[in-house]
């Protein structure tokens, strides 16, 4: 599968490789490739730099890795019409320090946020809920755990699916609706306030029923 | 223990009997203890029911069993000067249906709101993150799964956790201040949609780490 990934923070240089690994044709989008690959953290890799522009024309499926801050601005650059977009992003809003507040909650999300400015995306909200590490390695925890994915395409959420039991997710619990993005984005208040607790973020939830 | 439960829907009728079970002196209290005597499921039990005016007189912890949606108003009425208040309410505004929002939300909370209206009561947020079912009895789902138990008295937060423990809690995660009851009742989006997909209010939580 040909895979974007958009944003060279911390969660897109640990889910562009780990794609890769998995055999997938691996391209990753940013504002400025040139500056981008200057960057110590992406000097060492080849893999593909794109400016947003042109960073989708050829994929099969997106991921938005960008911050939650700046992904509606990110996205408005990259050509997402009938491409699955895997939203992995949270509304996160640190201007008040630790712990966040969302910047948006309850009664919209932002994965509903990015469907509206892309109607014609097939926009799939999953891996939000743990650390990137987590996201790529679920085997890194003691146990299994459980993964969400939320969208409102069945085809979309089904590639979604395949590629997160790639990853190692074996209990994927799937919501038919965007708008369970709305749960799995206001879990973050809990799982931050849980990393200070516990002086990590190698943890997950495990449901139990 | 003297304990208090406010409250008499189906969090109190869960509550209230499983706190005697453990041996405390228990006092339900209801806006008219009369009325509430007549209704079918506090026909058949002798356990006391008392106005919200005088049900806290004696107590040494209070529990706030009412709905989410009219704790303010209910707990107005009791003395909660220097007593433990387990909070297990939830803010859920059903008014446009199923799922629910939240009436507070991300920069202050349901518990908060009742700490500042009965600033010398020791509000402890717990339990109100399971069903009423399984805050009893842990047991009854496959696995032992995790509690939260948040509070700025430290003392509290112990009489809370023993009364957890001796319910058969044994993973309680404690926050030390009452503010991360924001994310604990920020888990209710997640849990109600949880819950429709499931199928069941059986399930809670284990955290992996």
């Known amino acids: 599968m040909r895979i974007a990934v958009i944003g060279t923070g911390s969660v897109g240089q640990t889910l562009a490789p780990a794609f890769r690994r998995l055999g997938h044709d ?3 989008g ?3 490739p040139g500056a981008t690959a200057e960057r110590e953290e992406w000097a060492s890799t080849d893999l593909p730099l ?5 960073v989708a024309t050829d994929a099969d499926l997106v991921v938005n890795a960008t911050g939650g801050d700046v992904s509606l601005e990110a996205l408005a650059e990259v050509d997402l019409d009938g491409k699955v977009l895997l939203d992995v992003s949270n509304p996160l809003d640190f201007s008040a320090g630790f712990p966040p507040t969302l910047t948006v ?3 919209d999300s932002l994965a509903e946020q990015i469907q509206r400015a892309h109607p014609e995306a097939r926009v799939v909200k999953a891996l939000n809920t743990v650390t ?3 996201m790529v390695d679920p085997g890194r ?3 299994q755990t459980t993964i969400f994915v939320a969208g409102d395409d069945p085809l979309a959420r089904e590639s979604v699916r395949q590629l ?8 994927i619990v799937e919501f038919p609706t965007l708008d369970a993005a709305r749960g799995l984005e206001m879990w973050l208040p809990l799982w931050v306030r849980l990393m200070g607790n516990l002086g990590t973020a190698d943890f997950n939830l495990r449901l139990v029923r």
């Open 26 to 28: 691996v391209v990753v």
């Open 30 to 32: 940013t504002r400025d």
């Open 50 to 54: 794109r400016s947003y522009a042109e």
């Open 105 to 107: 909650k309850d009664t």
């Open 132 to 134: 990137a590490a987590v």
């Open 141 to 143: 925890l003691a146990e």
């Open 164 to 171: 997160l039991s790639d990853l190692g997710w074996v209990d």
